[in-house]
């Protein structure tokens, strides 16, 4: 089995890009990585000293590793050429799979009301894929842009087959989700402030193209404090605290803050909620857990890369989660360098306790 995926346990922004960037090094040359979903969304990696954007590109790129969009990705050519030239993304680094669905201009008109009824991005990817499910003959594919776009044409190639090629010569493909969990279209208990597909690791397996008897890892990404996006119209945020709160429980020496990558707006924080992540374990199955924020905990564990050096409030954190949730923790992100991680042991899951645990909280 050759298949990692990354899913998100809460609302996004749960640091997926930072996880997938760091597995595909640990993997090494022989590792691609497919990049699931739309412009709706961005994933961020701090690494060489410079802070990576990315819209649309796989967040393996930032170590020169293979990068695809998946049959199912929704391209907007404005962002996706801005990247490739801004990180100067080769052919021979990604490959676009020519029947993903292009973002038009009444795309996005069509999902203007989406942005102040349930804070959307406004970018056009629920009404692409929404126009591509519903078969409209005027449906504009990556192959049928390529006439206009000679730029594009090198980076087009059937994405099913040459990550299937590269699995039977050895590779592992890790495949980076999008969003999170709480904000599946059919799974999240908040709906209709969704986005605008299912968001589980089920879902982006089926989008890449691949069997799912390939899969073997499931890794999925949480934070300390889960945040959405800015205004009450986007949802419902259990235990809702603002940002001063977060610094003064940390004792960070200066004001810190999120913005969203799309449309850097202030983003809501809560409390941690168990329950949540626990609904997310039962869908999802997850084998390891990476998380997000141990800095918040405490500024102390700012840029700590062992265990021992944790502070303790940080090291009950890592053992509740581990303890109800039946599943190891095996990243704990300490600030948003790369090298701010720290690495535990593996384990095997008692996944058996999932569901049970995930009732006794309703």
Same mark, same amino acid.
């Given at each position: 089995m050759s298949v990692v995926i990354i899913v998100g346990g809460q609302f996004g922004s749960e640091g997926k890009g930072k996880a997938t960037s760091l597995i595909a090094r640990e993997f090494g040359n022989e590792c691609a990585v497919v990049r699931c979903g739309g412009p709706n969304s961005g994933h961020i990696v701090h690494e060489h000293g410079r802070q990576f954007c990315f819209q649309l590109l796989p967040a393996g790129i930032v170590y020169g590793r293979r990068g695809f969009l998946a049959p199912a990705a929704v391209v907007d050519l404005e962002v996706l050429r801005v990247e490739l030239r801004e990180y100067e993304v080769s052919p021979d680094l990604l490959t676009v @799979?020519?029947?993903? #669905? #292009? *973002?038009?201009?009444?795309?996005?008109? @069509?999902?203007?009301?989406?942005?102040?009824? *349930?804070?959307s991005t406004g970018s056009g990817t629920g009404a692409a894929t929404a126009a591509k499910v519903m078969r409209r003959t005027d449906t504009v594919l990556v192959k049928d842009v390529l006439t206009d776009n000679p730029w594009l044409a090198p980076y087009v190639k059937d994405v099913r087959a040459e990550m299937n090629k590269l699995i039977d010569q050895g590779f592992r493909i890790i495949v980076e989700g999008t969003q999170g969990f709480g904000l599946s279209l059919h799974h999240s208990r908040r709906f209709p402030q969704t986005t605008s597909k299912d968001t589980s690791a089920a879902q982006f397996v089926m989008e890449a193209g691949l069997s799912p008897m390939l899969v073997d890892e499931i890794i999925m990404v949480i934070r300390t404090f889960p945040i959405r996006v800015a205004g009450a119209q986007s949802g419902r945020l259990q235990d809702e605290i603002s940002w001063d709160d977060v610094r003064q429980e940390s004792g960070y020496p200066y004001e810190i803050s999120e913005h969203t990558t799309v449309t850097q707006r202030v983003r809501r924080v809560g409390r941690f909620d168990l329950s949540l992540v626990l609904d997310a374990c039962q869908v999802n199955r997850p084998t390891k857990i990476a998380i997000h924020g141990l800095d918040y905990l405490s500024y102390t564990n700012l840029g700590v890369t062992n265990y021992s050096s944790l502070s303790q409030n940080a090291k009950d954190f890592l053992r509740m989660v581990t303890d109800a949730t039946g599943v190891p923790v095996a990243y704990a992100f300490t600030g948003k360098e790369n090298s701010a991680v720290v690495r535990l042991s593996d384990a095997t899951p008692p996944l058996a306790r999932v569901s049970q645990l995930v009732q006794a909280t309703k």
């Open positions: @799979d020519p029947f993903s #669905v #292009v *973002i038009n201009r009444q795309h996005k008109q @069509d999902e203007r009301t989406l942005c102040t009824a *349930i804070s």
